[in-house]
T-cell receptor, first 115, second 115 residues
Framework: DTGVSQDPRHKITKRGQNVTFRCDPISEHNRLYWYRQTLGQGPEFLTYFQNEAQLEKSRLLSDRFSAERPKGSFSTLEIQRTEQGDSAMYLC?????????????FGPGTRLTVL | AQSVTQLDSHVSVSEGTPVLLRCNYSSSYSPSLFWYVQHPNKGLQLLLKYTSAATLVKGINGFEAEFKKSETSFHLTKPSAHMSDAAEYFCVVSPLKAAGNKLTFGGGTRVLVKP
């Protein structure tokens, strides 16, 4: 399978713990996006990378959240001091450079539950 | 700024009958518009996209959508529902020719197909 992959698929943690998620985009895609989806809602944009540069961050991304894409390939999303409100599905997407419109390819997501 | 309103949170249809999912959008830019489908425990899959070519767009699995600029709408239809169409559907807007920008999702419409 050469699609977007995410790891882990599920994470249960206690409030106050740190968690880290990984996303591997489609190999030739230089753009990578993170979204958050809470129950019963549509996904909401968190942040976007072009190669290794983080070009846009949503106001949803509080200072407890940090994302990296050190070599322009995989990306990590870390949440420090998790809160129950962080419980959600975290989605990663990627897209190739040079396309005229903004079609993005999504991974299966990481479901986070904070107890 | 851009936003999407999906007018129905739930739609219930009988197998073999038509499906209509309604979507209205707002965008400061000429938009590109998408419909994505999300089956349980699966990633978001692109059904179809509008990118300023034809206003009637055909997608996968027999779905199509019509872009109506005067009504700022992009409704999704299928002439005959199949049991496998039971899923959540998202209408999405992004600025046209601005590859790299975030997608803005509607709240989703959950489709139930009755035998």
């Amino acid at each position: 399978d050469t699609g977007v992959s995410q790891d882990p698929r599920h994470k249960i943690t206690k409030r106050g713990q740190n968690v880290t998620f990984r996303c591997d985009p489609i190999s030739e895609h230089n753009r990578l996006y993170w979204y958050r989806q809470t129950l019963g809602q549509g996904p909401e944009f968190l942040t976007y990378f072009q190669n290794e540069a983080q070009l846009e961050k949503s106001r949803l991304l509080s200072d407890r959240f940090s994302a990296e894409r050190p070599k322009g390939s995989f990306s990590t999303l870390e949440i420090q001091r998790t809160e129950q409100g962080d419980s959600a599905m975290y989605l990663c997407a990627s897209s190739p450079k040079g396309q005229e419109y903004n079609e993005q390819f999504f991974g299966p997501g990481t479901r986070l539950t904070v107890l | 700024a851009q936003s999407v309103t999906q007018l129905d949170s739930h739609v219930s249809v009988s197998e073999g009958t038509p499906v209509l999912l309604r979507c209205n959008y707002s965008s400061s830019y000429s938009p590109s518009l998408f419909w994505y489908v999300q089956h349980p425990n699966k990633g978001l899959q692109l059904l179809l996209k509008y990118t300023s070519a034809a206003t009637l767009v055909k997608g996968i699995n027999g779905f199509e959508a019509e872009f109506k600029k005067s009504e700022t709408s992009f409704h999704l239809t299928k002439p005959s529902a199949h049991m496998s169409d039971a899923a959540e559907y998202f209408c999405v807007v992004s600025p046209l020719k601005a590859a790299g920008n975030k997608l803005t999702f509607g709240g989703g419409t959950r489709v139930l197909v009755k035998p």
